[in-house]
């Protein structure tokens, strides 16, 4: 059973740049087996997948978010994290890390961290 | 770039009575990615659907889901107490993308 946690700044500045980890327990980020995303929600509104990375290093950006969006994997820590470019207030949301079995539905959540841009 | 549309975008029912949910593909997707979730306040979602009808591990057998190609429907044959949330549809796979969700509310 797979457990992930996820960690960010909570607050950020208009422009700055955000990075985000997820941590994972109960398996490993090398695993065949498994994807890795994160999936956002702003305050009150829907979900919005934002980035996957597979264990051959293939990934998936959602198109509007691409050219500024990267994820890796840290196998050394057995997590992985999110690159975001350049936040504005539109990036405020809650963030959540997830993952399940390869290109499968998600299965696994963190239990979210909130994001908020601002000045 | 695949878009979901969910409807209603609310939903009003009382306990006991049946709800069906909507979600429409813009364009024919293979019924073997699309998934159901159920989101509660405060809460991250929860898989109840997988490949368009069938059911995740412990998901009860009042949900049920159905559809091919751009229509797909998430139905609770008898609404619960705790069924009241949000719902959303997903499409896994080669891309991902939501749904804008329905909100489930008591009437």
């Known amino acids: 059973q797979l457990q992930l946690q996820e960690w960010g700044p909570g607050l950020v500045k208009p422009s700055e740049p955000l990075s985000l980890t997820c941590s994972v327990s109960?398996?490993?980020?090398?695993?065949?087996?498994?994807?890795w995303g994160w999936i956002r929600q702003p305050p009150g509104k829907g979900l919005e997948w934002i980035a996957t990375?597979?264990?051959?290093?293939?990934?998936y950006y959602t198109p509007s978010l691409k050219s500024r969006v990267t994820i890796s994997v840290d196998t050394s820590s057995n997590l992985f994290a999110l690159h975001l470019s350049s936040v504005t207030a539109a990036d405020t949301a809650v963030y959540y890390c997830?993952?399940?079995?390869?290109?499968?539905?998600?299965?696994?959540w963190g239990q979210g961290t909130l994001l908020t841009v601002s000045s | 770039e695949i878009v979901l549309t969910q409807s209603p975008g609310t939903l009003a029912l009382s306990p006991g009575e049946r709800a069906t949910l909507s979600c429409r593909a813009s364009?024919?997707?293979?019924?073997?990615?699309l998934a159901w979730y159920q989101q509660k306040p405060g809460q991250a979602p929860r898989i109840l659907i997988h490949?368009?009808?069938s059911k995740a591990s412990g998901i009860p057998d009042r949900f049920s889901g159905s559809g091919s190609g751009t229509d797909f429907t998430l139905t609770i044959s008898r609404l619960e107490p705790e069924d009241f949330a949000v719902y959303f549809c997903?499409?896994?796979?080669?891309?991902?993308?939501f749904g804008q969700g329905t909100k489930l509310e008591i009437k």
């Open positions: 490949g368009a009808s």
């Open positions: 997830a993952s399940g079995w390869y290109r499968g539905w998600v299965d696994y």
């Open positions: 997903q499409l896994y796979g080669t891309s991902y993308t």
């Open positions: 990375i597979y264990y051959n290093g293939d990934t």
């Open positions: 364009q024919s997707v293979s019924s073997t990615y």
């Open positions: 109960g398996g490993s980020v090398s695993s065949s087996s498994y994807y």
